[in-house]
């Protein structure tokens, strides 16, 4: 009787955490279905009498703790919604959705799967921003976001991944520059942020990352010089239909002209002024009478300069003075009424000449800032018809879903 009491206190103490933990994960589960598959047409293997680890859950794969570690749903014809309860999946390290019809938005909550390695949402219906939080998911190493209607801009947030290998955010509707920050991401090898709306220039920490292999831009409003150390990657980096790129050493782009250079966007956007010491004006550069054809004025030539045009205006000055008391006294006594009134004409037709000039200058730089302002972001919608199977894009990227 004592024996068979042990055995069973035994028993309870080493395998309750895991039927708590097998329980908790089933209903997540089923949470997850009702989003994804609202009808019931795809996952209707899942069932609450069932467990996730013997293959009663179609696309569910465990660990060797018994704790639900992959999602593998792609091409299943899922017409529903990623839900925020899948962040009950605590071990959750590869979650793979895509080529599916989901909708809706990318939830914040996905943040908290901080042991999630691949997130793959590419080639569905996704609309609204890139959740800043997915900063925070410290182990991953592949973002697949692609051919969604994704708008808003990149989080520079991304720029936390440390461990972050592949980022494919193409095909969408993005706005705004790309961020520096991404530059931080040391293990990025592939990067596409191609079919988009950017605008700014290529920042050049994402130019010196030293595992880059990748980088398509093609298709947005970039503009600026691209930056030099670029050319290692040869036919890795493509950047076709950004008419305002310019670079050296690159067969599909331009020299740049002066003007170019004055497009680059500040160092939040990846402008590095030691790059492009000419875009800084001459009379506020520090350093630019530091070259050796350039000689600063001395001091005594600046007090001799300071002195020579003070005593002109003193006998300048004087000079008019002088004229002007003679002609007081030679007219002392005569009507000044008609003088008067044609010098208040005379002042009044030059003042209006003046508001007119500046009226036509401001008209002026108001028509540059508007043609400036007035380009459209390229915008392209990529034909549906340009879909690959499961097969390419893990071959692609070199994962697999199991």
């Known amino acids: 009787m004592g024996l068979s009491l042990f055995l069973s206190l035994l028993l309870l103490t080493f395998c309750s955490p895991q039927a708590v933990h097998g329980n908790s994960e089933v209903e997540v589960l ?5 989003a994804l598959d609202p009808h019931n047409h795809i996952l209707s293997s899942w069932t609450s009498e069932g467990n996730p680890c013997n293959g009663d859950f179609k696309g569910v794969a465990c660990d060797e703790h018994g704790m639900v570690a992959n999602l593998s749903l792609q091409g299943k014809g899922l017409s529903g919604r990623v839900p925020p309860a899948i962040v009950g999946l605590k071990s959750l390290s590869g979650l793979y959705l895509h080529y599916n019809s989901l909708n809706g938005e990318i939830p914040r909550e996905i943040g908290n799967l901080t042991e999630l390695s691949e997130l793959y949402l590419n080639m569905n219906k996704l609309s609204g921003s890139i959740p800043a939080e997915i900063g925070n998911m410290g182990s991953l190493k592949v973002l697949q976001l692609c051919y969604n209607q994704l708008t808003g801009s990149i989080p520079s947030q991304l720029g936390l991944l440390k461990k972050l290998n592949v980022l494919a955010l193409q095909s969408n509707r993005l706005t705004g520059a790309i ?18 709306q950017l605008f700014g220039s290529i920042p050049l920490k994402l130019a010196i990352l030293p595992r880059l292999q990748i980088l398509d831009v093609r298709n947005n409003t970039l503009s600026g010089d691209v930056p030099p150390e670029l050319r290692r990657l040869d036919a890795g980096f493509q950047c076709g239909n950004n008419p305002n790129l310019c670079g050296i050493g690159f067969s599909s782009l331009r020299a740049c002209a002066p003007n170019d250079l004055d497009m680059n966007e500040p160092e939040a956007y990846g402008f590095n002024s030691a790059r492009h010491p000419k875009t800084i004006p001459l009379s506020v550069n520090p350093h ?27 006998v300048v000055g004087g000079a008019v003075s002088g004229i002007f008391a003679f002609s007081w006294y030679r007219r002392r006594k005569q009507k000044i009424e008609n003088t008067i009134e044609v010098t208040n004409s005379f002042s009044s037709r030059g003042q ?20 400036g302002k007035s380009c459209i972001g390229f915008s392209q919608e990529v034909p549906q018809k340009f879909i690959f199977n499961l097969e390419e894009v893990e071959s692609a990227t070199h994962t697999s879903p199991m």
């Open 30 to 34: 089923m949470e997850i279905k009702a």
């Open 179 to 196: 961020p520096a920050e991404l530059g931080d991401s040391a293990q990025l090898m592939r990067l596409d942020l191609s079919f988009n």
């Open 288 to 314: 630019e009478c530091e070259k050796p054809h350039c000689s600063k004025p001395s001091n005594s030539s600046s007090s001799t300069i300071v002195f020579v045009v003070g005593a002109i205006f003193v």
């Open 352 to 371: 209006t000449k003046d508001l007119s000039l500046i009226s036509l200058a401001y008209s002026n730089g108001w028509d540059i800032l508007a043609d």
